[in-house]
């Protein structure tokens, strides 16, 4: 026990943490009161001024296409596709010169398939949105299933057409190569790892782990949760 954490003392001291992917959600002008979905959130005002405030202690603001190995930074993530990203979060994040990367659900685009957890409600991006987000070298795209299942809980053939389907409709939509890949809820088994290899995604991110230490580049990545909590 005292040796394990020895050890685990040892490890951080050799390998000091270097950056922080943050897992966001949606942007909104105020945060809901319903619990559930008060978590997906944070207001425009409160993600800039997380910015500003990483930014004063001397953290850079990183693409994930290119995660540096040294200093200290955060790249920015959100998942879904929430069509807020477009209208609150990327005129901030414009204005301020941050990189971000959108991981997205196919299904969710034009509203095809609806979000369950947000009922009666059409909050995804239409292609357009998408298409004009995805022209600004500061936005990446990534994909995130066809239609944000456990992905553990599917056979592997389910799970090949949940990941194989949605990266091939943001590449047909958006006429490049989508590289990086998020499990929604985080659910993910060796089939889901070996396939994303399988589809050449370059990065894959899950949903917990804190942030990133010297000389480590896991696949998965992790990532730590942003709320207002
Ligand atoms: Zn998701």
Same mark, same amino acid.
Not at 160 to 174: C, D, F, H, P, V
């Given at each position: 026990?005292?040796?394990?954490?020895?050890?685990?003392? +040892?490890?951080?001291?050799?390998?000091?943490?270097?950056?922080?992917?943050?897992?966001?959600?949606?942007?909104?002008?105020?945060?809901?009161? /319903?619990?559930?979905?008060?978590?997906?959130?944070?207001?425009?005002?409160?993600?800039?001024?997380?910015?500003?405030?990483?930014?004063?202690?001397?953290?850079?603001?990183?693409?994930?296409?290119?995660?540096?190995?040294?200093?200290?930074? /955060?790249?920015?993530?959100? @998942?879904?596709?929430?069509?807020?990203?477009?209208?609150?979060?990327?005129?901030?994040?414009?204005?301020? %010169?941050?990189?971000?990367?959108?991981?997205?659900?196919?299904?969710?685009?034009?509203?095809? +398939?609806?979000?369950?957890?947000?009922?009666?409600?059409?909050?995804?991006?239409?292609? @357009?949105?998408?298409? +004009?987000?995805?022209?600004?070298?500061?936005?990446?795209?990534?994909?995130?299933?066809? %239609?944000?299942?456990? +992905?553990?809980?599917?056979?592997?053939?389910?799970?090949?057409?949940?990941?194989?389907? %949605?990266?091939?409709?943001?590449?047909?939509?958006?006429?490049?190569?989508?590289?990086?890949?998020?499990?929604?809820?985080?659910?993910?088994?060796?089939?889901?790892?070996?396939?994303?290899?399988?589809?050449?995604?370059?990065?894959?991110?899950?949903?917990?782990?804190?942030?990133?230490?010297?000389?480590?580049?896991?696949?998965?990545?992790?990532?730590?949760?942003?709320?207002?909590?």
């Amino acid at each position: 026990m005292i040796q394990q954490r020895i050890k685990r003392k +040892l490890y951080k001291l050799t390998h000091p943490v270097v950056g922080e992917i943050w897992m966001l959600h949606r942007v909104v002008e105020h945060v809901s009161n /319903v619990p559930e979905q008060k978590e997906l959130e944070v207001t425009v005002a409160w993600l800039e001024q997380k910015i500003n405030e990483y930014r004063s202690k001397g953290y850079t603001f990183v693409s994930i296409d290119n995660l540096p190995e040294h200093g200290r930074w /955060v790249c920015l993530t959100f @998942d879904d596709g929430y069509r807020d990203n477009h209208t609150l979060a990327y005129p901030m994040l414009k204005r301020l %010169s941050v990189p971000f990367t959108v991981y997205v659900t196919s299904g969710f685009i034009d509203n095809q +398939l609806s979000m369950w957890w947000y009922p009666n409600q059409q909050l995804g991006m239409s292609s @357009d949105e998408l298409q +004009l987000m995805d022209a600004n070298p500061l936005c990446t795209i990534g994909a995130h299933t066809v %239609s944000h299942p456990k +992905l553990d809980t599917l056979t592997r053939e389910q799970q090949y057409r949940e990941i194989a389907e %949605s990266k091939q409709t943001l590449e047909a939509l958006l006429g490049h190569e989508i590289k990086h890949f998020s499990f929604p809820h985080g659910a993910h088994n060796d089939d889901t790892l070996a396939i994303c290899r399988e589809l050449g995604f370059r990065t894959v991110v899950q949903s917990w782990g804190g942030p990133l230490r010297r000389g480590e580049n896991p696949y998965p990545l992790p990532r730590i949760n942003m709320t207002t909590k």
